[in-house]
């Protein structure tokens, strides 16, 4: 059996040495690019370019390298030297390409020219962006535009992503899902419901200000490195952290500053969280009532020694709804189920309960950890409930904090890309352009998926990402996607969405955001917002990877203008001329918070387009914020049972999503492979394996359909009891369509119900 020192992981600081080296590494590769490299100076600096990889704010006053080793991944992937050309295509049929892993596949490099797939031949031919502008128009406009669906991932710009919605709704839909679908969707919904705000209320700011942080189901190191800085130094400074993770996660364990010499030097690191908690695979509901539970009881004794309150009672009273049936929910919850649902003992809650009663300002951290849940609305809610209690939202140095996924997946969603009529400005639409905006509610990523499985979609666009790999029952939608009629990809790398096709099938590619982008009026500036709410300018320096290539907004206002009758008030090649004339549209639909767009978007740090929330103004149905009452504590909708375990899938520090940028997990110290199951050496030994063996996962959902991975070698690894981990997205296949958050439909990609079988 295995022991404990066989247990794979990583005992270094994030930062530090690993990262040098990992950068090295990546640096090294690119030794004779001096224009790729050169880019990286230049790198989430005012009136530089803002990184394609994570959300992470850009600081008023970047450090002399304001990236970090994904970030410099990300920047010279785009700029890689490979190009998947015609005559690549040429010589591979796409049924080949089928076999190619996902790093095979997006490591042939860029896209050179547009391509039609060609049915007679299984392969892709070029073609001219005049041909491919034409068919996609004329198929368009042939089928019910309710039966399209536009979808979005968080890359392209606050430009093309306005120009995008407003194509849908001209075309005649709100069919617009994006990746937000698949990632904080879940806060979206909960965030508006409970504060009236979909988005975070922090800024970078209160980093500096905070006592505490809580950190659920969020990973610093690999997904957001740049926030170690502000997080050590606000350790530094005596801040407490508190994580709860049933992985042990470096970046939330200690830290390295790769830019400090003295530290590098000296090996010194800094502890990050004062206390790390392995809480089970959805049982996060459970600690957050223990923790108020605490709340509560610290507050009754202090009340009753002191006549000194531990809750905050005048801005419950004044500015919050429901708190008495919250408390009276949690003072009735027994300590018994608690330490049940979530696996951490009364001592471990109470003890980081402690932290949260003497901080008086303390910021709210969360993840993927919490939103891909079953109960994702109620881990988002019950953690509001936990911070209104101490009026921990709308004061400086506290807030909700949900760290963003893709670099512009929040601004997608300010500027229009939304399935919901009620969050967009229909009404200055219907003024500014003169239609009528359609307002029933579109597909969101789940009913889309749904719907093409009854095969009743007709046509899919693709505003960049990889739909097909990063959604959950994929072999199944991959199974019914032929029979939609048509089929459009607009991407800057080859990957396995491109390889599904409708009957009539076309691949665009397009510049990246290093990629000088001249048009009529001029070489174009884009912007983008930050997790923060900041919106920055980003211009582009870099020679394009081919001549053939066109941007987004130029690829996006040529589908329109072929698909739409002309309009005196819609002008798709002026606002393609000059990207300012639709920052003034975007300034004139969204007045409040885009004003002086243009003036303001080089303001160092970005501007900030405001939260009402923070200002607790409320705008939820109640006009307060809203206390709620979680269904229950369980994280799962499927009971325990012997052999049933929950399946958490994770991202390695050598992936971006779905684009796999090699085979190390310097982080989990796992290398060489993906193809891993994750599991404690007690439940090894309880399964009857043993390290190394390959292993099948088999789903355990309770719909009838069979889903499997097999090939996984099993890899000792520190984790809870009765949870396993392996990577997204080679595990999706095992997490159902239907497995997903009630409040928002988020699919829950953490907490899967699964066996292995040997
Ligand atoms: N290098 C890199 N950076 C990225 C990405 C990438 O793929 N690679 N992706 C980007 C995108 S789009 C996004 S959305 C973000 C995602 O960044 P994160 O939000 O960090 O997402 P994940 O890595 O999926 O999972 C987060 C953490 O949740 C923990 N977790 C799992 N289940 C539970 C649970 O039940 N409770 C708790 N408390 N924790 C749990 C996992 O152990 C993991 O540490 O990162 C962005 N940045
Ligand atoms: N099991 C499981 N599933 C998950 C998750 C999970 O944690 N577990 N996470 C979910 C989350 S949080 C997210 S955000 C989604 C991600 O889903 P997506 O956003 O759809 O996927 P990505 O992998 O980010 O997309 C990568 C592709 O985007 C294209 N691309 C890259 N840059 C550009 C660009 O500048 N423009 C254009 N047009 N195209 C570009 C390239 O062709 C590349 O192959 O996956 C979700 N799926
Ligand atoms: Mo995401």
Redesign the pocket.
């Known amino acids: 059996m295995a022991d404990r020192d066989d247990v794979v992981g990583y005992d270094g600081p994030a930062g530090g040495w690993g990262s040098v080296k990992g950068m090295s590494k990546v640096l090294a590769k690119e030794r004779n690019r001096p224009a790729a490299l050169a880019q990286l100076a230049r790198q989430n600096k005012p009136k530089g370019f803002m990184c394609t ?3 992470w704010g850009k600081p008023a006053e970047p450090h002399p390298f304001e990236f970090c080793e ?1 970030g410099a991944k990300a920047t010279l992937w785009d700029l890689t030297p490979n190009r998947c050309t015609p005559e690549f295509f040429a010589k591979h049929s796409v049924t080949e390409l089928k076999t190619w892993k996902d790093f095979d596949l997006e490591h042939v490099g860029r896209l050179t020219h547009p391509l039609r797939y060609d049915h007679a031949t299984d392969h892709y031919i070029e073609c001219s962006w005049d041909e491919a502008f034409a068919a996609i128009g004329a198929e368009l406009r042939a089928i019910d535009p309710k039966k399209a669906i536009f979808y979005a991932s ?1 890359r392209a710009s606050l430009e093309t992503s306005y120009l995008y919605a407003l194509f849908a709704r001209l075309y005649g839909h709100n069919n617009l899902p994006d ?1 937000s679908n698949m ?2 969707e879940t806060t979206s919904v909960a965030l508006k419901k409970t504060i009236g705000a979909p988005v975070g209320t922090s800024i970078l700011d209160d980093f500096e200000h905070c006592d505490a942080m809580f950190f ?5 190191g ?4 740049r926030f170690l800085h502000p997080l050590r130094d606000a350790v530094k400074r005596g801040c407490k952290v508190v994580t ?4 042990k ?1 470096p970046g939330l364990v200690a830290f390295t500053d790769p830019q400090n010499p003295f530290e590098m030097a000296t090996r010194s690191e800094t502890k990050i969280s004062c206390q790390y908690h392995q ?6 509901v459970a600690v957050m009532i223990g923790l108020a539970k605490h709340v509560l009881a610290a507050e009754d004794k202090s009340w009753a020694e002191h006549k000194v309150h531990v809750l905050d009672v005048d801005f419950i009273e004044q500015h919050t709804t429901g708190f008495a049936e919250f408390e009276a929910m949690v003072r009735a919850t027994d300590w018994a189920d608690i330490e049940r649902e979530s696996g951490l003992s009364r001592a471990d809650i109470e003890a980081a309960g402690q932290v949260y009663v003497e901080a008086d300002r303390t910021i709210g951290i ?8 079953v109960n994702g609305f109620d881990n988002v809610a019950t953690y509001v409930n936990l911070l209104l209690m101490k009026g921990n939202i709308g004061r400086v140095g506290t807030g909700m904090s949900p ?4 670099s512009n ?1 929040q601004g997608q969603r300010t500027v229009g890309i939304s399935e919901k009529p009620e969050l967009v400005p229909m009404d200055r639409l219907r003024e500014l352009f003169d239609f009528e905006p359609p307002m029933d509610h579109g597909h969101n990523t789940v009913t889309a998926c749904e719907d093409l499985l009854k095969g009743e979609i007709d046509a899919f666009l693709s505003l960049g990402g990889n739909f097909l790999r990063a959604i959950p029952d994929l072999e199944r939608i991959e199974a019914a996607w032929p029979s939609m009629r048509l089929t459009v990809q607009i991407a800057t790398k080859l990957n396995r969405s491109h390889l599904i096709n409708g009957k009539v099938a076309y691949l665009l590619p397009c510049l990246v955001r290093t990629e000088v982008d001249k048009q009529a009026g001029g070489e174009q500036i884009v912007t983008i917002e930050d997790t923060f709410s900041h919106i920055h300018g980003s211009i582009a320096t870099h020679e394009p990877a081919s001549e053939h290539l066109k941007s987004e907004v130029a690829i996006v206002a040529g589908i329109a203008k072929a698909t739409l009758d002309p309009h005196p008030k819609v002008d798709w090649d002026g606002w393609t001329g000059d990207y300012a004339k639709v920052r003034k549209l975007i300034e004139a639909t969204y007045p409040e918070e885009f004003h002086d767009f243009e003036e303001r978007m080089f303001t160092p740090g970005g501007f900030y387009r405001g939260n009402s929330a923070r200002e607790r103004v409320w705008k939820t149905e109640s006009g307060k914020a809203e206390f709620t009452v979680p269904r229950s504590l369980s ?1 799962t909708d499927i009971p325990d049972a012997p052999g049933r375990l929950r399946l ?6 050598d ?3 779905t684009t796999i940028y090699g085979y190390d997990d310097r982080f989990r110290g796992i290398s060489g492979t993906r193809d891993v199951v994750l599991m404690n050496p007690k439940e090894i030994e309880k399964a009857g394996l043993h390290k190394g063996q390959v292993v099948t996962i088999v789903g355990d959902s309770d719909d009838g359909i069979d889903r499997r991975v097999a090939g996984l070698k099993v890899v000792p690894f520190d984790l809870p009891d009765g949870c396993i ?1 392996g990577y ?1 997205p080679e595990l999706n296949p095992l997490v159902p369509l239907n497995w997903h958050d009630h409040g928002s439909q988020t699919p829950a ?3 899967v119900p699964v066996r292995i079988v040997a």
């Open positions: 990889s994570c959300a994904n968080g990746s990632c904080h659920f189901g969020q990973n610093t690999s997904n957001s490195p709860f993770n049933p992985v996660e809480v089970k695979p959805g049982g996060d969360y993840g993927m950890g919490l939103t891909q849940q760290v963003r996924g893709h997946v994280g958490v899938t994770l991202r390695s520090n992936q971006f999503n981990a997204y990609a953490k907490a």
